[in-house]
């Protein structure tokens, strides 16, 4: 069984920046491909980004790439989502989820799909003014 708990969402005006952390129970978390996703009220669940298992290779949805960098240090079990020039509709409750065995076909086309995920956190909400 693996535990994510998401944190560091909250509210913060258009321009600016938080940093999401997900900390994972389980020894083997090293092994996880780590995604984050977002869902608004009323839209279905979407894909923000995706880090490989050594963190050596990293995903954006076009809506983030340039502004939402994902990170992770397997010492602490822990995948970030730094998040700069924030936009009103980035508002939405954020998730990340592990894929506990990655296959090759998720770096070519599956990190983007929720369905890959095995585990989830609870959600975090991140709140965007304008």
């Known amino acids: 069984q693996v535990q994510l708990v998401e944190s560091g969402g909250g509210l913060v005006q258009a321009g600016g920046s938080l940093r999401l952390s997900c900390a994972a129970s389980?020894?083997?978390?090293?092994?996880?491909?780590m995604g984050w996703f977002r869902q608004a009220p009323g839209k279905e669940r979407e894909f923000v980004a995706a880090?490989?298992?050594?963190?050596?290779?990293?995903y954006y949805a076009d809506s983030v790439k340039g502004r939402f960098t994902i990170s992770r240090d397997n010492a602490k079990n822990t995948v970030y989502l730094q998040m700069n020039s924030l936009k009103p509709e980035d508002t939405a409750v954020y998730y990340c989820a592990a894929d506990l065995s990655p296959t090759p076909d998720y770096y070519s086309s599956g990190y983007y799909n929720p369905n890959r995920y095995d585990y989830w956190g609870q959600g975090t909400q991140v709140t965007v003014s304008s």
């Open positions: 389980g020894r083997t978390f090293s092994n996880y491909a």
């Open positions: 880090i490989s298992w050594s963190g050596g290779s990293t």
